[in-house]
């Protein structure tokens, strides 16, 4: 009987095999592009990175970013003013220009390379915003535990503002900043939201009127050889006031999950013949215990 198993299992492997059939792409071909990736912070030296990704599936899947194998020409044009400006290659991706990004010009860029498409795009930098109030405070959720929670407020002006939030401890003992997870918030005397590790904002419901955000995160400690929890450390929040190039950008970043079910992500791109971002942003820093 094991013999009349097994012969069965044979045959049926064989069939198997016998159906298989390759089927040939019948897709459009897509072309190697340059990837941008350009926010012009105000008041800072305008750089901007490139890399080339060569898309293996299609427009929407895109694989690991590629150096350049030689240097591409760029050319940013403030429109505000008129003046045009020739950048220097200061690595192996980094291209920067002799200005600094200023408050509500306007700015194009065009990259050029002889084996890829033209690229080129068109932003404008925000407006500063600044914090004018806030305060912090602990909350024990358990003997073991506990939360920290920031109030920070400030005034939108205008018809439409994006922003995003970024909160940082600070290790003064290796000299580095720990991106932390906002684990939620909420916007004035709404209801609370579930956070994430960057907070990605939309003036809708305080247009042209007083943000107050909350936030709630978990404290961070330093810790002896044995992991016994030491000092809290210092925080800093940096608030950003961006283009809607950024916004959207990173809003359709954050929508990407990682794993064997995910649904593919169409990623903003405002980048003519290419991908990425070129946009701007103006940013302000709190620093608090």
């Known amino acids: 009987m094991k013999n009349v198993y097994f012969t069965l299992i044979i045959s049926l492997f064989v069939i198997l095999i016998s159906c298989e059939k390759e089927i040939e792409f019948k897709g459009d071909s897509v072309q190697d592009l340059i990837v941008v990736n350009g926010v012009l912070e105000k008041d800072?030296?305008?750089?901007?990175?490139?890399?080339?990704?060569?898309?293996s599936m299609g427009p929407d899947y895109f694989g690991q970013n590629q150096y350049l194998k030689s240097p591409a020409n760029l050319i940013l044009t403030d429109n505000t003013t008129g003046e045009t400006?020739?950048?220097?290659?200061?690595s192996l991706s980094y291209y920067s220009f002799g200005t600094t990004a200023k408050s509500d010009h306007s700015y194009s860029i065009n990259i050029s390379h002889p084996d890829y498409l033209t690229a080129s795009a068109t932003t404008s930098i925000p407006q500063g915003v600044s914090i004018i109030d806030w305060d912090t405070s602990t909350i024990n959720v358990s003997d073991y535990s506990s939360e920290k929670k920031l109030n920070l407020s400030w005034m939108d002006t205008g018809e439409e503002n994006f922003y995003f939030v970024e909160l940082f401890s600070i290790d003064t003992v290796y000299n580095q900043k720990n991106l932390?997870?906002?684990y939620s918030y909420k916007?004035?005397?709404?209801?609370m939201n579930d956070g994430s590790s960057?907070?990605?904002?939309?003036?809708?419901?305080?247009?042209?009127?007083?943000?107050?955000?909350?936030i709630k995160f978990n404290p961070d400690y330093y810790y002896d050889q044995n992991w016994v929890k030491?000092?809290?450390?210092?925080?800093?929040?940096?608030?950003?006031?961006?283009s809607k190039e950024v916004y959207n950008y990173y809003k359709s970043v954050s929508k990407i999950n990682i794993g064997p079910f995910?649904?593919?992500?169409?990623?903003y791109t405002n980048i003519l013949n290419g991908l990425g971002v070129f946009g701007g942003k103006?940013?302000?820093?709190?620093?608090?215990?």
């Open 44 to 55: 800072s030296v305008i750089q901007i990175s490139l890399s080339v990704t060569k898309p």
């Open 85 to 90: 400006f020739m950048s220097t290659m200061n």
């Open 180 to 182: 932390l997870y906002i």
């Open 187 to 191: 916007i004035n005397e709404g209801t």
């Open 198 to 214: 960057m907070l990605i904002l939309k003036d809708d419901l305080f247009n042209n009127s007083l943000c107050q955000l909350s």
């Open 230 to 242: 030491l000092d809290e450390k210092s925080y800093k929040v940096v608030l950003h006031k961006v």
């Open 262 to 267: 995910s649904e593919p992500v169409k990623v």
């Open 282 to 289: 103006s940013s302000t820093t709190l620093f608090f215990e």
